[in-house]
């Protein structure tokens, strides 16, 4: 017999014994507890389903692809894909104005009266080259 075979053997008479249940006599008094547990386990799957949807956004690798350009105040950037002007902050050693990249990063919530959107830069995931008028 394989050592797999032996632990399956033992977890089956172990729950069999936790779990098994006395039988016994029913009282005139008759519960539903269907409702109750139906609730019950609804509950536990939506906070479950919840937890898993926000750990798989919260562990998404953010990026952004566009052109690099030069401004006064540093470089800036416009993600092709929503269209929004990003001042460039973070790990901005590789990157060189003109060249369109893909940055992975994050989005830093805008503060003073500006209200320009920052993005964070971690790293250059991709580089393009020279971007084409």
Same mark, same amino acid.
């Given at each position: 017999?394989?050592?797999?075979?032996?632990?399956?053997?033992?977890?089956?008479?172990?729950? *069999?014994? +936790?779990? =098994?249940?006395? =039988?016994?006599?029913?009282?005139?008094?008759?519960?539903?507890?269907?409702?109750?547990? !139906? $609730?019950? +386990? &609804?509950? $536990?799957? =939506?906070?479950?389903?919840?937890? +898993? +949807?926000?750990?798989?956004? *919260?562990?998404?690798?953010?990026?952004? %692809?566009?052109?690099?350009?030069?401004?006064?105040? &540093?470089?800036?950037? %416009?993600?092709?894909? @929503?269209?929004?002007?990003? !001042?460039? *902050?973070?790990?901005?050693?590789?990157?060189?104005?003109?060249?369109?990249?893909?940055?992975? &990063?994050?989005?830093?919530?805008?503060?003073? %009266? @500006?209200?320009?959107?920052?993005?964070? =830069?971690?790293?250059?995931?991709? @580089?393009?080259? $020279?971007?084409?008028?």
């Amino acid at each position: 017999m394989t050592h797999n075979c032996l632990w399956r053997g033992v977890l089956i008479v172990v729950l *069999s014994g +936790v779990l =098994a249940k006395p =039988a016994e006599a029913q009282s005139g008094k008759i519960v539903n507890t269907g409702p109750i547990v !139906a $609730a019950i +386990v &609804g509950v $536990a799957a =939506a906070v479950v389903v919840v937890t +898993v +949807v926000v750990i798989h956004e *919260s562990s998404k690798k953010r990026t952004i %692809t566009g052109c690099v350009n030069s401004e006064e105040n &540093g470089m800036s950037m %416009t993600d092709e894909k @929503d269209k929004r002007l990003y !001042a460039l *902050s973070g790990n901005t050693a590789d990157i060189k104005p003109g060249d369109r990249i893909t940055l992975q &990063g994050k989005k830093v919530k805008p503060n003073g %009266t @500006d209200k320009t959107l920052v993005w964070e =830069a971690k790293r250059v995931t991709k @580089d393009f080259g $020279a971007c084409q008028p």
